[in-house]
């Protein structure tokens, strides 16, 4: 049985991005939709036979339209980093 597994991911799709806008005292949500991608790595073990830890880190980016490749896209400004720790459970 393995005891130490390490965990890859990677996704492609829409983001959903939203923040707040101050306008005249009044919040007027800003909402944008991205087609952006997020990378992650992390790992997962167990250090008893039903009780384990999982720990990752996660990468998320958009895209921005341009002109200048092949493509039309370039890395956009939105990015952020996202990490978790978490207990599993083995039946």
């Known amino acids: 049985m393995k005891l130490v597994t390490a965990i890859a991911s ?14 005249d005292g009044f919040i007027v949500p800003n ?12 790992v997962m073990g167990y250090f ?3 009780v384990g ?3 990752g880190v996660q990468y ?5 339209r341009t002109g200048g490749n092949l493509l039309g896209l370039d890395a956009g400004e939105f990015n952020f980093y996202r990490g978790c720790v978490g207990v599993l459970f083995r039946f």
């Open 10 to 23: 990677s996704i492609f799709g829409l983001l959903l991005a939203t923040s707040p806008v101050y306008a």
């Open 53 to 55: 830890l999982r720990a």
């Open 31 to 42: 909402i944008g939709v991205n087609f952006g991608y997020d990378v992650g790595a992390g």
């Open 48 to 50: 008893a036979n039903h």
């Open 60 to 64: 998320f980016r958009n895209f921005e």
